[in-house]
């Protein structure tokens, strides 16, 4: 019988007790803790993520994995980042940016990038159930970012989009759209959707940049319940 990860990562924290390893000590190879533990590599490797993501361990590729936090200067993985993602730091991640994705979207837009938008708004607006409104809505957002041409922010909207796709923002997610609707999205958010749509065409940054955090709050509140932005349900 395969071991859970939860089994895993529990004997695996029992291991880093027993071991009297001090911070900054290195970790057997996977191999050989795969070995102590007795699970498969994959299986342990989830365990270390897990710790990584707490900070009780570090890893850096071709020296090996160690005790403690990184030391400054040392870059997070992605994977880390996303698991250690809450909704509430994603949404205040894409209030600050996504303002600014819009505004450059609209100086860099063409005839070809608005036709695109507004078949992304008309997916939104046919959307029949909450799994079908999150991915209409990914991938609106996604393809503002690739009005710009700027592949840092692609990657960034990417980014957001993999911890969209984690199972604590579904559950906000589905939290929320069993609370207010499909029906909004369809309506209220796609006809958001469509105001910054119309700024980009328009050429107009300012318009794109307030419509867009605008659209972005209307989200934060509903997420929050009772128009608080600042409460968010984990």
């Known amino acids: 019988m395969r071991m859970s990860r939860s089994e895993a990562l529990r004997r695996l924290q029992g291991y880093l007790a027993e071991a009297g390893l001090a911070p900054g000590d290195r970790l057997p190879s996977e191999r050989r803790m795969a070995g102590l533990i007795g699970c498969s590599r994959e299986t342990l490797r989830a365990a270390l993520d897990a710790l990584e993501a707490q900070g009780r361990i570090w890893r850096h590729v071709g020296q090996g994995t ?19 993602t809450t909704p509430r730091d994603l949404m205040d991640a894409r209030r600050m940016l996504e303002p600014q994705v ?18 992304r708004v008309q997916d939104g607006r046919k959307a029949r159930d909450r799994a079908a409104c999150e991915r209409a809505d990914d991938a609106f957002h996604q393809a503002i970012a690739h009005v710009t041409r700027n592949p840092v922010l692609i990657a960034l909207l990417r980014h957001f989009s993999s911890a969209r796709c984690r199972g604590v923002w579904q559950r906000e997610w589905e939290h929320t759209y069993a609370s207010v609707g499909v029906d909004e999205f369809r309506h209220l958010h ?32 509903a997420m929050a319940g009772k128009g608080n932005a600042g409460r968010f349900t984990p």
Do not use: N
């Open 102 to 119: 819009a505004r450059a979207a609209a100086e860099c837009r063409e005839t070809r990038d608005v036709a695109l938008l507004r078949q």
């Open 190 to 221: 796609s006809d958001q959707h469509a105001g910054i749509v119309d700024a980009i065409a328009r050429g107009d940054g300012i318009a794109a940049q307030t419509a867009m955090a605008s659209h972005l709050d209307t989200i934060a509140r």
């Open 66 to 84: 160690f005790v403690g936090r990184a030391p400054p200067g040392e870059v997070a993985r992605d994977t880390i980042l996303i698991d250690a």
